[in-house]
């Protein structure tokens, strides 16, 4: 059963303050951190989850590493950790390229 929007929202909101958190220490401790590479971390991150969620969904898949992929927007060059599958599935690739640039559109 899905979850209310409210809760996820609500834990939703305690993740990004974590993140936040962890960026801000960085930048406190003289890190020199960037938008575009807190962009990358997300879409890295939301990447790999959606992974999961695939191979949940398709048993017969396995995980098989991450390669490097940039992109470059307005903001600067967002260096990516793209996940593949053991097998290439097409409509895997497809679902994740269309999920991660819906926003752009």
């Known amino acids: ?10 834990e939703m909101k305690q993740l990004i303050e974590k993140a936040a958190e962890g960026y801000a220490k960085r930048i406190h401790d003289g890190e ?3 938008i575009s590479d807190i962009i990358s971390d ?7 989850k959606e992974r999961e969620f695939f ?8 995980a098989n590493g991450f390669y490097s992929r940039s992109l470059q927007l307005a903001i600067g060059k967002l260096d990516l950790k793209i996940p593949r599958t053991r097998i290439g599935n097409d409509s895997y690739d497809e679902r994740l ?3 991660m640039t819906k ?3």
């Open 1 to 10: 059963m899905p979850k209310s929007s409210s809760k996820l929202d609500d």
């Open 42 to 48: 997300v879409m890295s991150a939301i990447m790999k």
């Open 103 to 105: 926003a752009y559109v």
């Open 32 to 34: 020199k951190i960037g």
């Open 55 to 62: 191979l949940q969904e398709n048993k017969y898949e396995e």
């Open 97 to 99: 390229c269309v999920g």
